[in-house]
Structure formats: structure tokens, C-alpha cells
């Protein structure tokens, strides 16, 4: 993890060094949120995170495919035999059919989540496309709500508590999001001297279903979750977590 603790730290200069009342934090893929959010927490400046968004599925011979998932099960049946160079081209031009991060429940999809559920982002935005009118919408919303926090000067402390880490815990499960969040998460918690709760996690985890079925553990694709509503509808049954920035 050096690298994510190295662009905190540049993250933090960065702020520092700059006459900013906030910041937007634009990040994507799996180490770069947790950095921004971990540098912004030490910077102390009202900050709010924008993340890229999910790329959209391609289509390889009717079969719905996206990376990171797909490319590999494709890349097992090419080293297997089971399909030719041919095909293996066409998957590869098939995988990433636009701007985006992984769009399936990778790290990137997992940390857009979480601190969606952190209240470090705006309802909604964590599922939106890269290069959907949604994404745009909630790019330019989320330059107002930085300025809204500049007036009032609230800082990631004051909404990256204790509680809202359980919070984003509880939504981890609900996703059944990427094991690499523990790491990132116990990390951003110990900029803010809190300590993460494992066996919170665990007690959370007897009583949370996994609700989300994306792949690589399910089915589906990142866009299909935001087309449902996103995490505010896909962990409106447990009745425990307040996605809110407010």
C-alpha cells in the first residue's frame, strides 16, 4: 500500500499548499479514492470526493462482457485451447467499450460505494457511468455541495466519524464489495485516530445480506445497479446505513 500512502501524502500538499476553502476530490480506480480521502482527512480542508464512474458493457458474439472480470475468464479459455487468437482479439476489443473504471464489483466500484455510504459523496454518485448525463449531473452537484461546505466549514472529520465507518461496513457487506476495502478503510480510519472495529465487522456481517448481484461474484454489471437505483435502493432492506452528506 505505498502507493495509496504516497498519493496521500501528495494529496495532503497539494491542499495544503493551495488558498482553497474545499476541494473536490476526482478519483477512479481502486487505490486512488482511499488516498485522496486519507490526505484530504490529514489536509483538514472541507472536501467532497467525485469519482469517474463505471465504463459501460461491451458486446462479444451476443454475450454482455466488461472488465476485469470478463477478460480473465476469457484469458483462462484462451490458455486453455478453448478458444483462438481471433476470438481473443475480438474479446479484448469488446472488454472496454468506452471511458470508465472496472464496471463490475471491483475495488473501484467497492470504494465509490463505501464512501458514498462514508458520506463522503453524494447520494448516488458512486454508480453512475463515466459517460452517462447522470455522471455529469452529479459532477456538477457536487461542485455546489463543495462550496456549501465551505461556508459552513465542515471538514472529512467531521463526517468521516466512527459511526459512519460502520456505516460504510454495513454497505460493504451489502454490495458483497472487494476484500481490498478493509485494508483501505482501516487506513483512512487511523488518519482520523479511529479504530476500526473488526469484530464489528463480523457482528454486522450475521445480520447483513448480500443484496447486489454483480459480478465477479454474481451476474451483473455496475450500470445495471445504478438503473436500479443504486446502493440507496440496494441496502434500503437492511434499514441500518443513511447515505447522506448533509
Not at 81 to 93: K, L, M, R, T, Y
Not at 112 to 140: C, F, K, N, Q, W
Request: glycine fraction near 10%; aromatic fraction near 2%.
Amino acid at each position: 500500500m505505498f502507493l495509496r500512502n504516497l498519493m496521500s501524502i501528495d494529496t495532503e500538499e497539494l491542499v495544503r499548499a493551495q488558498p482553497m476553502d474545499a476541494v473536490v476530490l476526482i478519483g477512479g480506480c481502486d487505490k486512488t479514492v482511499p488516498a485522496q480521502l486519507m490526505g484530504a482527512a490529514s489536509a483538514g480542508v472541507a472536501a467532497i470526493q467525485l469519482v469517474t464512474g463505471p465504463m459501460l458493457t461491451g458486446n462479444h458474439r451476443g454475450e454482455r462482457v466488461g472488465a476485469c472480470t470478463d477478460c480473465r475468464r476469457f484469458w483462462t479459455r484462451y490458455r486453455a485451447d478453448e478458444i483462438d487468437d481471433q476470438e481473443i482479439a475480438e474479446v479484448n476489443s469488446a472488454l472496454v467499450p468506452g471511458a470508465g473504471t472496472c464496471g463490475v464489483m471491483g475495488t473501484a466500484s467497492t470504494m465509490a460505494l463505501v464512501t458514498e455510504a462514508l458520506g463522503m459523496m453524494l447520494p448516488g454518485g458512486a454508480t453512475a457511468p463515466a459517460v452517462s448525463a447522470d455522471r455529469r449531473r452529479v459532477a456538477e452537484e457536487t461542485g455546489r455541495v463543495a462550496v456549501d461546505l465551505a461556508a459552513a466549514k465542515r471538514t472529512p472529520r467531521d463526517i468521516m466519524t466512527a459511526a459512519a465507518f460502520e456505516n460504510a461496513l454495513t454497505v460493504l457487506l451489502a454490495v458483497g464489495g472487494s476484500t481490498n476495502a478493509i485494508v483501505h478503510l482501516t487506513a483512512m480510519a487511523g488518519r482520523l485516530g479511529i479504530a476500526l472495529d473488526l469484530d464489528a465487522f463480523d457482528r454486522i456481517s450475521r445480520n447483513v445480506p448480500v443484496l447486489v448481484d454483480l459480478k465477479p461474484s454474481g451476474q451483473h454489471y455496475m450500470a445495471d445497479l445504478h438503473d436500479a437505483g443504486g446502493s440507496r435502493a440496494s441496502c434500503a432492506s437492511c434499514a441500518t446505513c443513511c447515505t447522506s452528506i448533509a
